[in-house]
């Protein structure tokens, strides 16, 4: 009589373990582990001269695993119920730091709630959410005006993030955003209309841009009218992009990183130390795993088994490319610099954590995939 009672005592805690710790997709982990590898050896050598950074890289990693273990407990249902409770938070905490955020280097992004976090990486997963659920909630019946008002969704947090001033983060908070509308089924005429409207807007754009973003845009063109000034960030990241070669230095033997000629070179622009320390071949590696990643998280949204579902993972999984983009394309001196991290290369707090949350997602999207709406 013990034996088999034992047995399923064992067998009810083997599933149990396999329903709720063994949950992450095999692909999507494997994956992120590598690129967290690479980002590990690279951050250990930026942060030589910085104590305690790589204790707190490592730290923020293990949060980081807890977090996508939870939002991969978590079935797109809830989440979609989430999805307006987020928003409207995020909205409000944007609303706080408005009105007594913190203040650094010119800027009020920051909120002391007793720890202190930056409420715009909310709404880079809080935005694409809502929109799901807003475009769920009208599947098969979605009209002109709901574009519309997808767009006033858009809006009101990138105007927040942009007041602060933002203008990476805003960039990226409005092109999630717009992943969701265009995967929605915006049509490829009004595509087209708003980018030749945009085109046009351009001197409009440029006379409400502040002093410090239309100097990041003329640095652009030409770096070496400030060499040691506003342009010595790009001229000093694509130095070390080229020094490294073919091979790269060796990991460690980054002359640009380590006698600090590289700012920013634990966060935004650690892909120089990247490229100086393991060069062209490196960078290959780096972006066949981002490729790789990026095709598993639309193979995912390709299969998921409602609107919701596929919106949300298309929306992560292309936001993801956009910042790995973005952050390759300012550090190589081909896009203005604006504060975008390297995916899970990076050291940072607050982005590392909203990144592991979007991967949970996506996982939790695949995981519930066999799921049939009623």
Not at 33 to 54: E, H, K, N, Y
Not at 110 to 122: F, R, Y
Not at 333 to 342: D, E, Q
């Amino acid at each position: 009589m013990m034996m088999p009672m034992a047995s399923g005592g064992r067998g009810t805690m083997r599933e149990w373990a396999r329903r709720r710790l063994f949950i992450f997709d095999r692909t999507l982990l494997i994956l992120v582990v590598l690129i967290l590898l690479l980002g590990c050896l690279t951050v250990s050598s930026a942060a030589m001269d910085f104590p305690g950074r790589f204790d707190g890289h490592l730290r923020n990693i293990a949060i980081g695993i807890v977090v996508m273990w939870m939002a991969a407990n978590v079935p797109p249902q809830k989440l979609m119920q989430l999805a307006v409770p987020l928003y409207t938070l995020g909205v409000l905490l944007l609303v706080a730091v408005a009105l007594f955020g913190l203040v650094k280097n010119g800027s009020r992004r920051w909120l002391n709630i007793g720890v202190i976090i930056q409420p715009s990486e909310i709404m880079k997963l809080a935005l694409p959410l809502t929109l799901a659920w807003f475009f769920q909630k009208r599947e098969g019946m979605i009209r002109s005006r709901d574009f519309l008002l997808a767009a006033v969704i858009v809006a009101v947090p990138v105007a927040l993030i942009l007041r602060q001033p933002d203008l990476g983060t805003s960039t990226l908070v409005a092109a999630s955003g717009f992943v969701v509308i265009f995967l929605a089924g915006l049509s490829w005429r009004l595509i087209i209309g708003l980018g030749v409207a945009g085109v046009a807007s351009l001197p409009l754009v440029w006379s409400m841009l502040h002093d410090y973003q239309r100097n990041r845009v003329m640095t652009l063109i030409d770096p070496t009218s400030d060499p040691l000034g506003k342009g010595f960030h790009i001229i000093q990241s694509t130095i070390a992009i080229g020094s490294g070669g073919l091979l790269g230095k060796g990991w460690l033997n980054g002359t640009q990183s380590h006698l600090e000629f590289i700012p920013e070179r634990t966060t935004d622009f650690i892909f120089a130390v990247y490229s100086e320390e393991f060069g062209l071949l490196g960078n290959g590696v780096l972006v066949v795993l981002y490729m790789l990643l990026i095709g598993r998280g639309m193979i995912i949204a390709a299969n998921a088994p409602t609107l919701f579902a596929r919106l949300l993972a298309g929306a992560i999984t292309l936001t993801m490319f956009v910042y790995a983009f973005v952050n390759m394309g300012m550090v190589s001196g081909i896009l203005p610099v604006v504060g975008v991290p390297l995916p899970f290369i990076s050291y940072g707090g607050t982005a590392f954590v909203t990144l592991s949350l979007a991967i949970g997602m996506l996982m939790s999207i695949q995981r519930n995939r066999k799921l049939v709406q009623t």
